[in-house]
């Protein structure tokens, strides 16, 4: 999986109820690109209903209400399609830790598995724009000066702007380091390099 180029993967994004299903938290609304060749060529989009109602913050946060998530179908059936889905794709996701804890929790609870291997957008970000002023999704867009519509902490808006940062990336590594095409594992080694390593490894690559 991982010596795939990583410009065909699946760019996505949870919104939740709270920040740990450890702590009973679920998904209410997943999002997706799946790019291919570094083009998108589909889409997932779904809220879905927790089996609770979810607390004021979050309804103001995500523009999520009660009432929407009413009527939407269970989690366990949203994830069952989510998981058809990504198949055996490379995932990505903004700070990757988190939405892998919800995939696996959502999963877990349906015996469902995926065989693809995740990388963080935000980690890979901080080591190649060790400048920016921060390396929170909608700061990073801002800095590269990505094309938005300041629609953020909805699943499918903030997937769309993590796949075209996460384009940007891989751009940037071409023109910057002559790096044509990298790798899947690749992109993930870049997310573990120290800041002050990341001119030597890239140079070696």
Request: glycine share 6%; proline share 2%.
């Amino acid at each position: 999986m991982s010596t795939r180029a990583a410009n065909s993967v699946i760019v996505l994004d949870f919104e939740t109820t709270g920040l740990s299903p450890n702590q009973g938290d679920r998904a209410i609304e997943i999002g997706a690109v799946k790019l291919h060749d570094g083009v998108v060529i589909d889409t997932f989009q779904e809220l879905m209903n927790p089996g609770f109602r979810v607390s004021g913050f979050i309804e103001g946060y995500t523009g999520i209400s009660n009432s929407m998530l009413a009527n939407a179908a269970s989690c366990e059936t949203v994830m069952d399609s989510f998981a058809d889905f990504i198949r055996d794709s490379n995932l990505v996701a903004h700070n990757a830790s988190f939405d892998k804890r919800f995939l696996d929790a959502e999963l877990d609870a349906i015996s469902r598995t995926y065989d693809g291997e995740f990388a963080c957008s935000m980690l890979i970000a901080r080591r190649l724009y060790q400048e920016a002023p921060n390396h929170k999704l909608g700061g990073l867009v801002e800095y590269k000066q990505i094309e938005n519509d300041g629609v953020f902490h909805r699943a499918l808006a903030d997937s769309e702007m993590t796949a075209k940062l996460w384009l940007t990336m891989l751009d940037d590594m071409q023109l910057a380091h002559h790096i044509s095409l990298p790798s899947f594992k690749l992109m993930q080694d870049l997310s573990k390099t120290t800041k002050s390593q990341v001119k030597s490894f890239l140079s070696k690559t």
